[in-house]
């Protein structure tokens, strides 16, 4: 057990500690530092420009969008997609690395926002605000985590490069979606987004390397369901 703990340290633990540090001083430099300086200086023109340009089609479209990344539908197609590819696959890895990188991204999500308060642009907002800071967006670090995740997974059970190309196409359309929706709707600046697009594809980075890597050893356990032979016991 010895040996799991320390992977569970140096493969989960410190990276995201790390990455939880730098985005408190990404939303420190945002909100204090920098906040008077370009570009920082322009985000709420950006959303005074995109409130302007608001249509009623391009609503409905920014509310799919959203919708996509809310917390019920991540919830929900976080499990659905957990389930099929237990079911597909006959084993854990690919399902715990899914659940692990939509959790993380949630957790550092949570924390970043007790520490930097950041209030929402200065525009109509097409949502109910939640109580969070606007700092980061959580819609957009969610779409990212588990739309990438599911990219990740499916380039990896695909050999054809065209196909490869089409799963990441087709699923990095929506994060960016989110992330646009969310500028859009006028729940969070630019730089918000930005933040949660290095917090969600590096929590998929961290549990991909921790996860899926089957030349980590996690000393004599296994991952549930994996039928790599244990390492040997030290004597």
Not at 11 to 31: C, E, H, K, W
Not at 88 to 100: G, I, M, Q
Not at 118 to 135: G, K
Request: aromatic share 6%; glycine share 6%; net charge positive.
């Amino acid at each position: 057990m010895s040996d799991t703990v320390v992977q569970i340290v140096r493969r989960v633990l410190l990276p995201m500690s790390l990455l939880l540090g730098v985005m408190v001083l990404l939303g420190v430099l945002v909100t204090r530092v920098f906040a008077r300086t370009w570009p920082f200086t322009v985000e709420d023109a950006v959303n005074r420009e995109l409130a302007a340009d608001r249509t009623p089609a391009w609503n409905d479209v920014s509310l799919v969008f959203s919708t996509l990344a809310s917390t019920q539908m991540i919830v929900v197609v976080t499990v659905l997609v957990a389930l099929g590819l237990r079911l597909w696959l006959k084993r854990w890895r690919e399902p715990l690395f899914l659940c692990a990188a939509v959790t993380a991204q949630a957790l550092v999500f949570l924390l970043t926002t007790l520490a930097i308060d950041r209030r929402r642009p200065a525009v109509e907002h097409m949502d109910v605000s939640p109580p969070t800071s606007s700092f980061p967006s959580g819609h957009t670090s969610a779409a990212m985590a588990l739309y990438v995740g599911i990219a990740v997974l499916l380039a990896l059970r695909t050999r054809s490069t065209g196909a490869k190309v089409a799963w990441w196409t087709l699923l990095l359309v929506v994060p960016l979606g989110v992330a646009l929706t969310r500028m859009y709707r006028g729940m969070h600046h630019p730089s918000d987004v930005v933040a949660s697009f290095l917090n969600g594809g590096t929590c998929v980075a961290i549990m991909a390397r921790s996860v899926l890597d089957r030349g980590v050893r996690w000393g004599r356990a296994k991952l549930p369901g994996d039928r790599r032979p244990a390492a040997p016991a030290r004597t």
